[in-house]
């Protein structure tokens, strides 16, 4: 089955749409790494994200604040953190009360440099059919979508 013909499957009534909605988030989001793997020469999208948001992320740019950030666990965020420790993207440096922040290096912004103009092609490619107006109004709509995300996981505490 093609997308196509998932989208005009779900397309009866609102409860299957939401279903296809909630389905294509985790859809695209394995569509674009694997796009966006192609893209990266020393490391993986997934482990590109990291220094990207950390660069985003007020002090203190510790493993829990970024997690949050990325919506990861600080375990996996430590994984990742590791392993662009080893191929020198970041410096991992233990504060007090056990707490570990994260450094960038300056092979981030070299690396940034060196892949920057495939990331923005990617981009111009990946919204090449939207206009202003559409970018604003979906941009907006993931605003409301982690609302929704954050009522979820109340949801979800209250059950246990």
């Given at each position: 089955m093609k997308m196509?013909?998932?989208?005009?499957?779900?397309?009866?009534?609102?409860?299957?749409?939401?279903?296809?909605?909630?389905?294509?988030?985790f859809i695209?989001?394995?569509c674009m790494q694997t796009a966006g793997e192609k893209l990266q020469t020393e490391i993986s999208l997934k482990q590109?994200?990291?220094p990207a948001i950390t660069a985003c992320?007020?002090?203190?740019?510790?493993?829990?604040?970024i997690g949050n950030l990325m919506g990861c666990s600080r375990q996996n965020i430590k994984k990742l953190a590791l392993t662009l420790e080893k191929k020198g993207f970041v410096r991992l440096l233990l504060e007090g009360n056990n707490s570990v922040r994260i450094e960038l290096t300056d092979k981030v912004g070299q690396y940034a440099e060196e892949i920057g103009e495939r990331h923005s092609?990617?981009?111009?490619?990946?919204?090449?059919?939207?206009?202003?107006?559409?970018i604003d109004l979906l941009f907006r709509?993931?605003?409301?979508?982690?609302?929704?995300?954050?009522?979820?996981?109340?949801?979800?505490?209250k059950l246990g």
């Open positions: 196509d013909e998932l989208f005009e499957e779900y397309d009866c009534n609102t409860e299957h749409r939401v279903q296809a909605i909630f389905s294509c988030i695209l989001q394995n590109w994200l990291l992320c007020p002090e203190p740019r510790t493993l829990t604040n092609q990617f981009l111009k490619l990946l919204f090449t059919d939207f206009n202003k107006d559409e709509l993931y605003v409301k979508l982690f609302a929704g995300i954050g009522r979820g996981e109340k949801y979800a505490e």
